[in-house]
């Protein structure tokens, strides 16, 4: 897929006030300071389309992005929270989890874990709601540039080891890198062929 046009749509609270359901969806999340920011831009080509920060945490609502016309982009808030109050995190936790699982048009949610470090029992957790949910999503692997293919090979095998745990097999999964543009075509690649089969 070539991304011809990628902007900003509009910015939410709730999933309510999100754009007509009439469009395949995708949604990117993932704990603070997974890259998640980086990766989308990546992604898409465009270097400042989500607002990346060294504060994590940043993403505080429901953000859509348009792409090419026929397909949106959705950037939610982190999960694992930063520095917030809990009314601020029990807030968070409502608006995302009605999201993902009242809105109809969501096709497919891309969980970003860094790489770099062992299985972390949050995103573990997040994966088994989303399962028991019947919510599909993919795992995206960020950050892959740090380490050596070595690691990064050793580092999947360890959380497919745990997943494995609980799942019958290990979901969909992408290996990325929005320094080097590693895992960019094949998860366009697979938007692309999810979009064929969107009804809406």
């Given at each position: 897929?070539?991304?011809?046009?990628?902007?900003?749509?509009?910015?939410?609270?709730?999933?309510?006030?999100?754009?007509?359901?009439?469009?395949?969806?995708?949604?990117?999340?993932?704990?603070?300071?997974?890259?998640?920011?980086?990766?989308?831009?990546?992604?898409?080509?465009?270097?400042?389309?989500?607002?990346?920060?060294?504060?994590?945490?940043?993403?505080?609502?429901?953000?859509?992005?348009?792409?090419?016309a026929n397909w949106y982009l959705v950037d939610l808030p982190?999960?694992?929270?930063?520095?917030?109050?809990?009314?601020?995190?029990?807030?968070?936790?409502?608006?995302?989890?009605?999201?993902?699982?009242?809105?109809?048009?969501?096709?497919?949610?891309?969980?970003?874990?860094?790489?770099?470090?062992?299985?972390?029992?949050?995103?573990?957790?997040?994966?088994?709601?989303?399962?028991?949910?019947?919510?599909?999503?993919?795992?995206?692997?960020?950050?892959?540039?740090?380490?050596?293919?070595?690691a990064v090979n050793k580092n999947i095998a360890t959380y497919?080891?745990?997943?494995?745990?609980?799942?019958?097999?290990?979901?969909?999964?992408?290996?990325?890198?929005?320094?080097?543009?590693?895992?960019?075509?094949?998860?366009?690649?697979?938007?692309?062929?999810?979009?064929?089969?969107?009804?809406?």
């Amino acid at each position: 897929m070539k991304i011809n046009q990628a902007s900003f749509l509009m910015s939410n609270s709730t999933y309510q006030q999100c754009p007509k359901p009439d469009k395949p969806e995708y949604a990117f999340i993932g704990r603070s300071n997974v890259g998640k920011s980086s990766l989308i831009n990546s992604i898409v080509q465009r270097k400042n389309l989500a607002k990346t920060s060294q504060t994590p945490g940043k993403t505080q609502l429901i953000n859509h992005f348009f792409i090419n016309a026929n397909w949106y982009l959705v950037d939610l808030p982190g999960y694992g929270y930063a520095k917030v109050s809990k009314v601020e995190r029990e807030k968070f936790e409502k608006m995302i989890n009605e999201y993902l699982t009242l809105r109809t048009n969501l096709v497919c949610t891309f969980v970003l874990i860094d790489v770099r470090h062992e299985p972390q029992k949050v995103d573990v957790e997040f994966m088994q709601k989303l399962g028991e949910n019947g919510i599909p999503f993919c795992i995206v692997f960020t950050k892959a540039d740090k380490l050596s293919n070595t690691a990064v090979n050793k580092n999947i095998a360890t959380y497919e080891q745990i997943m494995l745990e609980t799942w019958e097999e290990m979901p969909q999964y992408f290996v990325t890198s929005s320094v080097n543009g590693t895992g960019r075509e094949e998860i366009l690649a697979y938007i692309d062929e999810l979009n064929e089969g969107f009804k809406p």
